[in-house]
């Protein structure tokens, strides 16, 4: 058996001695040609990449062409008006693109997003956010040289050790303690620019947001005109201060992680060679594109936990809104279940986000400090077992120090890729908040420029009716109001009236009248500039010269003299001219004097004026606040329903002889003495606007009422009559 034996060893040995022979072979001649290599891997890898600029670049060209033809079709259409239809699969495929437009990602368009976002919140180089960048910055490069200062340090502190130098191990002790403050220092102000850089994003975009959201009407475009948006204030209160922390946050998650990967690769490739950190690139490369097809779309949870926390704020809103009408019906239950309902949808799906970053996370953890680990370690063996060319002979301490130091810096390069690869996920929960700010500023540039995306569900649906609703008016401002041919537009989309036509001058007061839902709010949205013209010519004066005064006045808060002022300032009543004592007197024209007197501060005092004054004494403060501005034109909305006759006489008595044409929507006969026009509704699309007599019209509805009483009895008189000729 042992000659059998020694002849299958011999192969063996003769292969195995062969292969040890080849691999060292290429490994001299690796060694020998290693410059040369490096030099084709960097080459290669630099023109990788600007081959891949290049293909990036064309296809945001594209993609740019692309919306700039979107954005031109998009133009041809001033308004988009959705109708009740009975094609469902029209339906089901509006609500699949509806659904495929809002999925959030990292795509060309949330860069584009995220880049609008950037120059509001960083509006110049001169800009106070420019200046806290580069700190920050100066102060991100100053933490990464410390940070290899510190490597250095701890190979020479273990090189001592090893050595058993008790004085250099206690010298280098020392500066380990001297360098720890400036790392300390610097580590908080990184803290403290990343709160400031968060504090000031949010600044910027919030004022640029109220800029537009209280300019031209579009913050009641939003609620009224458009349903996209059904949480503006979830919004702006919100989401603006989680997307400015997230903001600010990834920059410095990103900024510090790329570049201590940059400097700590430089200098470990000076001591383990670049060709051996460019394989070990490639790996973690790889092993990054298999997480991220792995990780879940964190952005659009976030997006939609985001909407569940606005709705489940806007249920509580409502509740606090309509308190007394939920009392009254005892809705307490039903209330509580529908919050109930609201509020375990959102924590259900949160707990479905936890469950997904707990999955996520245990991956991410055995790659990035594990696997990634396990090849570091393999990495800076190298100069240990294999002798680089141009490198000494280095002795015990020697390479203990190179091992140490090499480790350092490559956990720290380790360390530095593992954040960049977390912060995937910050990246995509800021795609989150940058879909949800980006869509209320398209909206509101939309509701600014004209275009309203509503579902009007009318109760006729006919074809003539979405002809209407697709169709856009004339608006011609004059010192006259004239409607010509102007269809009035009831707010589930019915037509209420398809061509209203009249014309008014200034001291022409005008009654409207009509049955409830025969348009006489619509005509007045119209008139106010609320509501947008589906046909024909309307002539108005501007919206300084019209005054709306509803039948529930809105008090705002402050002061008793702003409540008179109001929307006015203290500093535009003086600009005015105007002064306290001028209040007083407009508050002796409606016996409110008094008001002044009840409180020590006077006109300075301060209340919650809605729950303080009782509905009549609201709307005589709302007819103090249209004396105070005297505009050309006031609507008057059922604003004496709550006052006696006198007060109303002495409101109505007082404006006309302030000059301010009165057109107001009452059934009140004591108000016709003060018009002379009339635009009467019948509920049925007709209407007649005429001369208003009112001594003649109350004859004649007196009359009326006579004959209404004695048509009601002539049943009665001919069942007697019945009964006589009986006898």
């Excluded at 670049?57 to 041809?76: F, L, M």
């Excluded at 029209?90 to 699949?96: K, V």
């Excluded at 947001?209 to 979830?234: C, E, M, V």
């Amino acid at each position: 058996m042992a000659p059998a034996q020694s002849k299958l060893a011999t192969p063996i040995l003769l292969r195995e001695s062969t292969i040890r022979a080849v691999v060292s072979q290429l490994t001299q001649l690796y060694l020998s040609n290693r410059t040369r290599i490096s030099r084709a891997v960097y080459i290669t890898l630099f023109v990788a990449l600007i081959n891949r600029v290049r293909n990036a670049i064309a296809e945001q060209k594209a993609a740019s062409a692309h919306d700039a033809a979107k954005r031109s079709e998009r133009k041809g259409t001033t308004s988009s008006v959705s109708t009740a239809a009975d094609d469902q699969d029209a339906a089901a495929a509006a609500a699949a693109a509806a659904k495929k437009k809002k999925k959030v990602e990292l795509n060309r368009e949330f860069f584009r997003s995220l880049l609008r976002l950037l120059r509001i919140v960083v509006p110049g180089w001169r800009s106070k956010e420019t200046r806290l960048l580069i700190s920050h910055s100066f102060f991100l490069v100053l933490r990464t040289l410390i940070s290899l200062k510190v490597a250095a340090m701890d190979g020479a502190i273990v090189k001592a050790l090893v050595k058993g130098n008790g004085r250099e191990f206690l010298m280098r002790i020392v500066w380990w303690m001297l360098i720890a403050v400036p790392a300390t220092f610097t580590n908080s102000m990184l803290s403290y620019h990343q709160a400031e850089l968060s504090l000031r994003y949010r600044t910027r975009l919030t004022q640029f947001i109220h800029d537009k959201y209280l300019s031209q009407l579009t913050f009641y475009g939003i609620s009224a005109l458009d349903d996209r948006i059904k949480n503006p204030d979830q919004l702006i209160a919100v989401d603006v201060a989680k997307f400015s922390n997230s903001l600010a946050e990834l920059y410095s998650n990103l900024a510090k992680p790329i570049l201590d990967m940059t400097i700590y690769t430089l200098s470990l490739s000076k001591s383990v060679g670049g060709e051996g950190v460019v394989f070990m690139a490639l790996l973690v490369q790889l092993s990054a594109n298999v997480m991220r097809v792995l990780t879940p779309p964190f952005g659009k949870y976030v997006a939609d936990e985001a909407r569940l926390e606005g709705e489940f704020r806007f249920q509580h809103s409502r509740l606090i809104d309509h308190a007394e009408e939920v009392a009254l019906y005892a809705g307490h239950e039903a209330e509580k279940d529908t919050l109930d309902k609201g509020y375990f949808t959102l924590i259900k799906h949160v707990n479905y986000i936890l469950r997904r970053r707990f999955y996520h996370g245990f991956m991410e953890d055995f790659v990035i400090k594990y696997f990634w680990g396990a090849l570091g370690l393999l990495l800076c063996s190298v100069p240990v077992f294999v002798k680089l060319p141009g490198q000494a002979v280095l002795n015990m301490g020697d390479r203990t120090e190179s091992f140490v130091t090499n480790r350092r810096m490559l956990l720290g390069a380790s360390d530095a890729f593992g954040r960049v690869m977390f912060s995937y996920r910050e990246i995509m929960e800021l795609a989150g908040y940058t879909s949800r700010v980006a869509s209320l500023l398209d909206v509101m540039d939309d509701i600014q420029s004209g275009h309203f995306e509503k579902k009007l569900v009318s109760s006729s649906g006919t074809e003539n009716n979405e002809a209407v609703l697709r169709g856009r008016g004339k608006v011609v401002e004059s010192t006259d109001i004239e409607f010509i041919d102007v269809p009035i537009i009831s707010p589930n989309g019915d037509v209420l009236v398809k061509a209203l036509s009249f014309s008014l001058k200034q001291g022409d007061h005008l009654l409207v009248v009509g049955p409830n839902g025969c348009g006489k709010s619509s005509l007045f949205r119209i008139l106010g500039g609320l509501w947008p013209v589906y046909g024909g010519t309307v002539h108005k004066p501007p919206f300084t010269d019209i005054f709306y005064i509803p039948q529930r006045p809105y008090l705002s808060r402050g002061s008793l003299r702003q409540q008179i002022i109001y929307p006015d300032g203290l500093r535009t009543m003086r600009a005015k001219g105007v002064s306290d004592a001028d209040l007083m007197a407009v508050l002796r024209m409606l016996g409110l004097e008094h008001l002044v007197e009840l409180y020590p501060e006077g006109w300075d005092a301060e209340a919650e004026w809605r729950d303080v004054l009782s509905g009549g004494l609201q709307q005589r403060v709302a007819m103090a606040r249209l004396f105070y501005h005297r505009p050309r034109y006031a609507i008057l909305d059922e604003c004496t329903s709550s006052v006696t006759l006198d007060t109303e006489k002495a409101m109505y008595e007082n404006a006309k002889a302030l000059g301010i044409t009165l057109m107001t929507v009452s059934h009140r006969r004591s108000l016709w003495k003060y018009h002379s026009r009339i635009l009467q509704f019948d509920g049925q699309g007709n209407y007649v606007f005429t001369g208003l007599d009112a001594e003649k019209r109350l004859a004649l509805e007196d009359e009326k009422e006579d004959l209404d009483v004695l048509l009601r009895q002539v049943p009665e008189l001919e069942r007697r009559i019945e009964e006589l000729t009986a006898l």
